[in-house]
């Protein structure tokens, strides 16, 4: 069962025909993980990570960065040998076998779906606070949140706007869209250009005081096994901040000097994304506060459970940070600055639809590559004869994410996924330790430097951050992937391309030797 590799070279096949220009150095690189990096953790969950930790956010945002480092450095050096799709899972398939590559898949294929749901919601929330706000719009509690955000005595039933941004989405991947990079890059300087002026204001702002950073840590460094409390516990939170610097490391094979340049870019993005997060937090909290609102016993009231937004509902709390669905605007305007807190809600409003586009389309290329191996049904790689996109796959994630977005908050759904990520992170780390053992003399456009300690790192820091999550995105991992498991041995196993001997290689190198496939018997020459 664990023999079942796919070889290397049958999954470089394709890739292997064309040659990629290296035009990229260090500075286009840090730019492009900046414009990846920068999304709905810092928009949308500021105001989660608050609620967990108090001040103690800034000391989160610096943890989840760390843990991000040491797995950036991981990725590229196996995404720069194995530059095709299927991201983690094929990483998995050409090194640890068939078996844990499922794992892996079903366990993307959670991760995208439900971080698209989580962007969807923030989405939500700056949508309905600057645009209906400013419109004099105010939609009612049943039309804004999902009773799983609000508590069905709270009056929340479905949350509207998320549902819609999902599925109009979905509707553009169908048809099939592409983003023009002139104006990714343009959506990159408005989303930078609204932080700078962000932190620019609030720390200047003569509301700052220190005495708002006081108690720092109110719920401790670790909250508490299976609470998502702490320091830590808002870390594993905040990790969704950092989701989507491993896209620089797919452009290794186009980058100049890769072995300087890909960790240049990755940790030099990183870096700076987690300063400019301390820096949004300090400037949040110091003009604003922090503060958790405590339940029982001193602890913090869980992140989008029904007696949070019981209490948030009160006059007392309407300016508090951790109550806000829009924490940066909120904060601006709380201030007096009221029209660059809109400018900053429209930049959300605008960047944050690609970001969900990017998901989807990233989990339906996985579902793709999988299905494409035989382990799920071929009608999930159908195309359309007019679009040519993966009409089916597509039409049934982008209702998935919906569904999921109309119903629950996003700090749930942001530790779900991270439950998701943090696993197929650690088997890359897995997966880059086993290659170099396993295949040493391949050609490495990067090699991670002293991979003895920073895989290692990665896997620890991984599970680090796993089992500081809260229990409830922690159990439905284990959950999903029994789920996935029945799946796999009832059906992927004995359907499996690999199981039957069938492996796209070029008909060159066919003519020399039909490759070897562990504990697959040879089939003779075709």
Not at 1 to 18: H, Q
Not at 152 to 159: D, K, P, S, T, V
Not at 463 to 483: E, G, R, S
Request: proline share 5%; glycine share 10%.
């Amino acid at each position: 069962m664990f023999g079942r590799v796919k070889p290397l070279d049958a999954i470089l096949a394709t890739a292997e025909r064309k040659s990629l220009k290296r035009t990229l150095g260090w500075f286009q690189l840090t730019l492009f993980g900046i414009g990846c990096v920068i999304g709905t953790g810092i928009f949308v969950l500021t105001s989660v990570g608050a609620q967990k930790a108090g001040p103690g956010l800034m000391l989160a945002f610096a943890i989840a960065g760390l843990v991000c480092i040491v797995a950036a450095l991981c990725y590229a050096e196996i995404a720069a040998m194995i530059p095709v799709a299927g991201s983690a899972y094929t990483y998995s398939y050409a090194t640890i076998g068939e078996f844990f590559a499922w794992t892996v898949g079903w366990a993307l294929i959670m991760e995208y779906a439900i971080a698209a749901s989580a962007v969807s919601v923030g989405w939500s929330g700056y949508f309905t606070g600057t645009i209906l706000g400013e419109l004099g719009i105010q939609l009612p509690a049943w039309l804004s949140a999902g009773p799983l955000a609000l508590g069905g005595a709270e009056g929340g039933f479905i949350n509207l706007p998320a549902l819609l941004i999902a599925l109009a989405v979905t509707g553009l991947l169908i048809v099939g869209t592409s983003e023009s990079a002139k104006f990714n890059a343009i959506l990159v300087a408005v989303k930078v250009i609204a932080l700078t002026a962000f932190v620019a204001l609030t720390l200047t702002s003569v509301e700052f005081e220190t005495d708002n950073f006081n108690p720092f840590l109110p719920a401790g460094v670790f909250g508490g096994f299976g609470t998502g409390l702490g320091a830590v516990g808002a870390a594993a939170t905040m990790f969704f901040a950092y989701v989507g610097f491993d896209a620089v490391s797919t452009a290794a094979e186009e980058t100049k000097n890769p072995q300087r340049n890909v960790p240049i870019g990755l940790v030099g993005s990183l870096l700076f994304c987690t300063v400019f997060y301390i820096l949004v937090a300090a400037g949040a909290i110091g003009t604003l506060g922090g503060q958790p609102i405590m339940g029982a016993g001193g602890v913090p009231l869980e992140a989008g459970s029904p007696e949070l937004a019981r209490q948030c509902a009160m006059p007392e709390y309407a300016d508090v940070l951790v109550c806000s669905n829009e924490p940066l605007a909120h904060v601006l305007r709380v201030l007096g600055f009221s029209w660059i807190g809109n400018a900053i809600g429209v930049a959300a409003i605008l960047a944050l639809p690609s970001v969900i586009l990017i998901l989807i389309f990233g989990q339906t290329r996985i579902f793709f590559v999988m299905s494409r191996d035989g382990l799920l049904p071929e009608v999930l790689s159908r195309v359309h004869p007019r679009f040519q996109t993966p009409h089916v796959v597509t039409a049934i994630t982008g209702c998935v994410v919906a569904v999921a977005a109309a119903f629950f908050p996003v700090g749930q759904l942001a530790d779900i996924s991270n439950a998701g990520t943090l696993y197929a992170f650690t088997m890359v780390a897995v997966s880059v330790m086993m290659l170099r053992r396993m295949d040493p003399a391949r050609q490495r456009h990067f090699r991670v430097p002293a991979l003895w300690l920073i895989a290692p790192l990665t896997i620890a820091g991984c599970a680090f951050l796993f089992l500081n999550l809260p229990a409830a995105a922690m159990l439905f991992l284990p959950a999903w992937t029994v789920l996935g498991l029945f799946v796999y041995f009832f059906y992927s196993r004995k359907r499996s391309h690999l199981a039957q001997g069938i492996v796209e290689v070029h008909a060159e190198a066919l003519a020399e030797i039909e490759p070897d496939i562990p504990g697959i018997a040879d089939r003779g020459r075709p």
